[in-house]
T-cell receptor
Framework: GDSVTQMEGPVTLSEEAFLTINCTYT??????LFWYVQYPGEGLQLLLK?????DKGSNKGFEATYRKETTSFHLEKGSVQVSDSAVYFC????????????FGQGTRLTINP | DAGVIQSPRHEVTEMGQEVTLRCKPI?????LFWYRQTMMRGLELLIY????????DSGMPEDRFSAKMPNASFSTLKIQPSEPRDSAVYFC?????????FGPGTRLTVL
């Protein structure tokens, strides 16, 4: 079945460090890929997305590139801030299938000043 | 648009009581999803609707849980009777063409 596997957390970094959160997927069709972020006490918000191979999604300094050959969608940011502390979820949806997101387990990120 | 609206934001009840959670999706969205989030089990999809019709309720944990969507602008998730293990944050989300928009959640505590 379709699935998403994320890097195990929690991840703790210092401010201005480089961030990578790994995400790989398995899909029977052609998925669109998403990163959602959940700040403490809030619902999930869409951070970025990519709908086809080699697309790069970007937002708020975060980037992720849809790599079909490695079935990956790793999240990166060049210089993290304390305000980036949150839980990050990788997810996919099949373009031709049911309109439900398949989520990874989430990665908790803490940025220390 | 105000986004997805959920009520109440917090609910504290005693075991055995009925609990009803409410959701108003974004106008024009044709899919509505109910999720549950706990530390132990993470984010779980309970049920989702398309054009007010339930499509997949395989995530509903047991018969104590039920969900309805009487019209395009309102859905409820009911737990009867509630149990302490139902304590969680319940999220509603709506979508149109893939991207889901989440509500702020209802934090349920069953004593």
């Amino acid at each position: 079945g379709d699935s998403v596997t994320q890097m195990e957390g929690p991840v703790t970094l210092s401010e201005e460090a480089f961030l990578t959160i790994n995400c790989t997927y398995t899909a029977t069709g052609y998925p669109s890929l998403f990163w959602y972020v959940q700040y403490p006490g809030e619902g999930l918000q869409l951070l970025l997305k990519a709908t086809k191979a080699d697309d790069k999604g970007s937002n708020k300094g975060f980037e992720a590139t849809y790599r079909k050959e490695t079935t990956s969608f790793h999240l990166e940011k060049g210089s993290v801030q304390v305000s980036d502390s949150a839980v990050y979820f990788c997810a996919l949806i099949l373009i031709q299938g049911a309109q439900k997101l398949v989520f990874g387990q989430g990665t908790r990120l803490t940025i220390n000043p | 648009d105000a986004g997805v609206i959920q009520s109440p934001r917090h609910e504290v009840t005693e075991m055995g009581q009925e609990v009803t959670l409410r959701c108003k999706p974004i106008s024009g969205h044709d899919y509505l999803f109910w999720y549950r989030q706990t530390m132990m089990r993470g984010l779980e999809l309970l049920i989702y609707f398309n054009n007010n019709v339930p499509i997949d309720d395989s995530g509903m944990p047991e018969d104590r849980f039920s969900a309805k969507m009487p019209n395009a602008s309102f859905s409820t998730l009911k737990i009867q009777p509630s149990e302490p293990r139902d304590s969680a944050v319940y999220f509603c989300a709506s979508s149109f063409r893939g991207e889901q928009f989440f509500g702020p959640g209802t934090r349920l505590t069953v004593l």
